[in-house]
């Protein structure tokens, strides 16, 4: 069993960054790949990121490609998604998740474990 727990959500204007981090407990996070997930009000839980259990392979949705960097702490148990040049359309609640299997999956329900989630919001 792992426990995740994201942080760093927050309100910021259109072109500015955030980091949010996913800290795991219960268990060494580096044996799980991880992903993050964006939901907005009404619509589903649309696939961000996704980092392997090294570090060394990320993927992104086309919609945050170029602007979001996964990244992982194996020392602090902890996963982190860099956001730049946010836009409005990025505003959501953010959630981490993880999974043993190390195949990239971008179906939240795919996942074992998840976060509460934070939220970012993003003005214009």
């Known amino acids: 069993q792992v426990q995740l727990v994201e942080s760093g959500g927050g309100l910021v204007q259109a072109g500015g960054s955030l980091r949010l981090s996913c800290a795991a407990s219960?268990?060494?996070?580096?044996?799980?790949?991880a992903a993050w997930f964006r939901q907005t009000p009404g619509a589903a839980r649309g696939f961000v990121a996704h980092i392997s259990r090294s570090g060394g392979n990320t993927y992104y949705a086309d919609s945050v490609k170029g602007r979001f960097t996964a990244s992982r702490d194996k020392a602090k148990n902890t996963v982190y998604l860099q956001m730049n040049s946010l836009k409005p359309e990025d505003t959501a609640v953010y959630s981490c998740?993880?999974?043993?299997?190390?195949?990239?999956?971008?179906?939240?329900?795919?996942?074992?474990?998840w976060g509460q989630g934070t939220q970012v919001t993003v003005s214009s």
């Open positions: 998740a993880a999974r043993t299997s190390p195949n990239i999956n971008m179906k939240y329900s795919e996942y074992d474990f």
């Open positions: 219960g268990r060494t996070f580096s044996t799980y790949a």
